[in-house]
């Protein structure tokens, strides 16, 4: 089973790389720069900061692979996250059971309403639950939603906000949702995996450990790839 790895940055890639012995190479595509590990059957692509450029360029991945008769089996969105306090610590790692996009909708006098109850699209995915199984079992991650944004969160009050529309929030990032469409277009399974790196709240730079959260990144996906290689997409 052909994996594709989406990161936002290159930095994120590179601590997957550093998970995996085989070597990789640069494939060139249209709009978008591959690293495949042709031995492990994986691809890793730093698709972008935000969702919209993180579904552009997955899709181009994706729809690549298909036209060439050798279509991936899973896509995972990757890399590091806010993590909601105190379920998940700085230096955790969160594995998805549900990728919502948390800002998709409208404000009202009453709040906010998701695209969903304006009779538009969708707000969530949720991954195999036998994949999630099998990923937690292996890294030792905490399981929960993992929140999408296009605004990161950066006061007390939205990080409530954003807990109290979500309580089973663990992470919040900028991508999953953007891969995880682009992922259901193409009917492709989809995975989230995060390493935490700061908490969700008032921005405190001197807080973040963002060296530890792409160690623990590169630590999960040496323990996620056996996961991968064995995992049969027929489960449930």
Same mark, same amino acid.
């Given at each position: 089973?052909?994996?594709?790895?989406?990161?936002?940055?290159?930095?994120?890639?590179?601590?997957?790389?550093?998970?995996f012995?085989?070597p990789?190479?640069e $494939?060139?595509?249209?709009?978008?720069?591959l690293?495949?590990l042709?031995?492990?059957?994986?691809?890793?692509?730093?698709a972008?900061?935000?969702?919209?450029?993180?579904a552009?360029?997955?899709?181009t991945?994706?729809t690549?692979?298909?036209?060439?008769?050798?279509?991936? #089996?899973?896509v995972v969105?990757?890399?590091?996250?806010? #993590?909601?306090?105190p379920d998940a610590?700085?230096?955790?790692?969160v594995?998805?059971?549900?990728i919502?996009?948390?800002?998709l909708g409208?404000?009202?006098?009453?709040?906010?309403?998701?695209?969903?109850?304006?009779?538009?699209g *969708?707000?969530?995915?949720?991954?195999?639950?036998?994949?999630v199984?099998?990923?937690?079992?292996?890294?030792?991650?905490?399981?929960? *939603? $993992?929140?999408?944004?296009? *605004?990161?969160?950066?006061?007390?009050?939205?990080?409530?906000?954003?807990?109290?529309?979500h309580?089973?929030?663990?992470?919040?990032?900028?991508?999953?949702?953007?891969?995880?469409e682009?992922?259901?277009?193409?009917g492709?399974?989809?995975?989230?995996l995060?390493?935490?790196?700061?908490?969700?709240?008032?921005?405190?730079?001197?807080?973040?450990?963002i #060296?530890d959260?792409?160690?623990?990144?590169?630590?999960?996906?040496?323990?996620?790839?056996?996961?991968?290689?064995?995992?049969?997409?027929?489960?449930?």
């Open positions: 089973m052909r994996v594709l790895v989406a990161t936002a940055v290159p930095v994120e890639r590179d601590a997957v790389a550093g998970a012995t085989a990789a190479r $494939v060139v595509l249209p709009g978008v720069t690293w495949r042709s031995a492990a059957a994986v691809d890793l692509l730093a972008g900061v935000g969702p919209a450029l993180a552009a360029c997955t899709a991945a994706l690549a692979a298909a036209l060439e008769g050798d279509p991936y #089996g899973l969105s990757a890399g590091i996250a806010g #993590g909601f306090q610590p700085v230096g955790s790692l594995v998805a059971d549900e919502t996009v948390a800002d409208a404000d009202t006098a009453d709040g906010f309403v998701p695209v969903t109850e304006l009779g538009f *969708t707000v969530s995915h949720r991954p195999p639950p036998s994949l199984r099998e990923v937690v079992a292996a890294t030792g991650g905490r399981v929960g *939603t $993992v929140l999408t944004v296009s *605004t990161v969160t950066g006061t007390a009050a939205r990080a409530a906000a954003l807990r109290a529309r309580p089973r929030a663990l992470a919040e990032a900028m991508e999953g949702f953007g891969v995880a682009a992922a259901a277009a193409h492709v399974p989809v995975l989230e995060r390493a935490v790196s700061n908490p969700v709240g008032p921005r405190d730079r001197a807080a973040w450990r #060296g959260a792409l160690a623990a990144l590169t630590e999960g996906f040496g323990k996620l790839t056996p996961v991968l290689e064995s995992w049969n997409p027929h489960e449930s």
